[in-house]
């Protein structure tokens, strides 16, 4: 039996595309091992969203060169993002990689593997580059990879991420995303239905839909279209699925039926990560982002009069091409007033083939972007545990995922994990059995990341368990 390392970095979307890539080769007959140096077949799903992911790729790859000498049956393959971007490069840096494959290609990855074994040579199978043919030529060669799910490769059998687009036509200047991963495409609502049915047949009971702009999704069939609103709906009505959430949301996409489902049907998480990258108009302009920070504080004052409780995260580009202090200090404004859930932070990293690196000059030293980004954080830092703290003495409803890695705990019980409705994480003792249980806890503690809770005994009656807890 092939033995099979697969080592995954970046976004969602990758963890997903890693776990159909094993079920795949596992139907034909692989196992999976922990370690490169037991596999026969070693994978790496990359990211080339920032130098610095691709950069770790590389150096794992050079730390193989030993092993496929000693060992030259030793499969070793570049998948997704990086292997998109680089191609042919993959094999100058590293001349001993069998496989390159786009994330467009990924169907391909179990017959290419069994061709190499064969004797075939090096293999690379990737997408049109977005300028080299027609639209449709460049849809056709990036493929939604999405077949039957297998519920054992998932890393929660009660949660699972369910891709309803690919691509991404926004084309912000910093970006290599719309470049790696190829023209939007939604997928059509049946199908994602009928993923979302089997997943749940499966026991699984909470979905996370994943798009790069997940709000912008668009599918037309005959006379129908549908909207992200009229597909949540849709997937709503499936029983055994109790809980939907949506990530990424472009901040001009969010419309105000969204915005009204998401307040309307109760399975929806009131969580919603809509990226604001920079508080400065100029900053905004250069990114091509296609809003001002006056909209994005709109967006945000509709999200909060719809959903009070609505718990908004962002991601922010420190140090992007000509940002100033003051441009700085716009972003850190928008961050305090926001009050952002929490905030993922990135030092601008310049990316060849995207229009920044070729207009504009990435002209912030590294040293302030790091300033920076350190300041940033530092805010977001303060303001999540005051909001955390705003939960002392509350219960709230969570879904339980697992084994908790911090293990604190002081009882017999082990330490379980679980999120509430907004998306925070609640560290209690437990029994592992819950897991998979939505279940009503207290909260006794909160630090910036994490809230601390007891479970609600059944001193209280048993019909604490069929309480309906708040949005927490
Ligand atoms: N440099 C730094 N951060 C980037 N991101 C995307 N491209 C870059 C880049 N070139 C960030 C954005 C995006 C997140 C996934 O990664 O904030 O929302
Ligand atoms: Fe990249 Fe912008 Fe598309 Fe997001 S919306 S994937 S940041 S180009």
């Known amino acids: 039996m092939p033995k099979l390392y697969i080592e995954t970095v970046g976004c969602q979307m990758n963890m997903l595309d890693s776990e159909l890539v094993v079920a795949s080769l596992r139907k034909e007959g692989y196992e999976l091992v922990g370690t490169p140096r037991e596999a026969d077949t070693i994978l790496f799903n990359t990211c080339s969203v920032r130098q610095h992911a691709e950069d770790k790729i590389y150096s794992a790859l050079g730390r193989l060169k030993h092993a496929k000498k000693h060992n030259p049956k030793k499969i070793i393959g570049v998948l997704g993002c990086m292997a998109q971007k680089d191609q042919r490069l993959v094999f100058e840096r590293a001349p001993y990689v069998d496989l390159v494959v786009g994330p467009g290609q990924l169907h391909q990855i179990p017959a290419l593997l069994s061709e190499i074994a064969a004797g075939s040579g090096p293999r690379m199978e990737v997408s049109l580059d977005r300028a080299a043919g027609s639209r449709a030529e460049v849809e056709r060669s990036f493929e939604s990879y999405d077949p039957l799910r297998d519920h054992e490769m998932r890393p929660s059998p009660y949660q699972a991420f369910v ?54 999704y668009k ?185 908790s890695k911090l293990n604190r705990g002081t009882s017999e019980l082990p330490q379980l994990t679980g999120r509430t409705n907004c998306d925070r994480i609640v560290v209690f003792d437990g029994q592992e059995r819950l897991v998979g249980q939505f279940l009503p806890v207290l909260v006794y503690d909160a630090n910036a990341f994490t809230l601390f809770a007891s479970i609600v005994t059944a001193h209280a009656g048993p019909e604490v368990y069929s309480l309906q807890a708040p949005h927490a």
Do not use: W
């Open 163 to 216: 891709r309803i687009m690919i691509g991404c036509d926004k084309f912000c200047t910093y970006c290599i995303v719309p470049k790696v991963r190829g023209p939007e495409q939604s997928r059509p609502a049946h199908q994602i239905e009928a993923e979302a049915r089997q997943l749940a047949a499966e026991g699984c009971r909470e979905i996370t839909l994943l798009g790069q702009t997940v709000n912008s």
């Open 219 to 403: 599918h037309t069939a005959g006379e129908r279209t549908r909207r992200l609103s009229d597909l949540i709906a849709l997937l709503h009505d499936i029983d055994g699925i109790d809980r939907i959430k949506f990530v990424t949301n472009f901040p001009k996409d969010m419309t105000d039926d969204l915005l009204a489902a998401v307040r309307d049907l109760p399975k929806c998480s009131h969580y919603l990560h809509v990226p604001a990258q920079s508080g400065s108009n100029a900053v905004l302009r250069r990114m091509k982002r296609g809003y001002t920070v006056e909209e994005y504080r709109d967006m945000l004052a509709r999200v909060r009069d719809m959903i009070p409780d609505a718990a908004v995260t962002s991601d922010f580009i420190v140090g992007f091409c000509g940002e100033t202090e003051e441009d700085f200090q716009a972003s850190a404004r928008l961050m305090r007033e926001a009050r952002f859930k929490n905030s993922f932070v990135f030092k601008y990293s310049e990316r060849p083939g995207t229009k920044g690196a070729e207009l504009l000059a990435d002209d912030v030293p590294d040293d302030v972007k790091r300033r920076r980004n350190n300041e940033l954080l530092a805010i977001q830092t303060e303001i999540s545990e005051e909001d955390n703290q705003a939960f002392l003495g509350r219960q709230v409803e969570v879904l339980v995922e697992g084994k």
